[in-house]
């Protein structure tokens, strides 16, 4: 089982990034799948969450309005769009499978002038 995210970085205040994660090993197209964080000091949250056929999805209110999650089951892939980034936002940012207990090893998004 592989979890590959890619596309953080360093961004300005306002500024967007998308962030991908490709998975392998696992029926993808069966798995719920979520994005969380961890910022420096403080507890993993999740962020935002879809399910297997994307049909629903639910954000953590500090994203709500400002990150989309999405998915192609064809490509095996979720991603994370997050605009109108603020510095609270740094935090390495995870791909996980909800159910299965699989977590990618992250990207670093960093916020910052």
């Known amino acids: 089982v592989q979890l590959v995210e890619s596309g953080g970085g360093l961004v300005q205040p306002g500024g967007s990034l998308r962030l991908s994660c490709a998975a392998s090993?696992?029926?993808?197209?069966?798995?719920?799948m979520s994005w969380y964080r961890q910022a420096p000091g403080k507890e993993r949250e999740s962020v935002a969450y879809i399910t297997s056929a994307g049909i629903s999805t639910n954000y953590a209110d500090s994203v709500k309005g400002r990150f989309t999650i999405s998915r192609d089951n064809a490509k095996n892939t979720v991603y994370l769009q997050m605009n109108s980034l603020k510095f609270e936002d740094t935090a390495v940012y995870y791909c996980?499978?909800?159910?299965?207990?699989?977590w990618g090893q992250g990207t670093q998004v960093t916020v910052s002038l």
């Open positions: 090993g696992f029926t993808f197209s069966s798995a719920a």
């Open positions: 996980v499978a909800v159910h299965r207990g699989y």
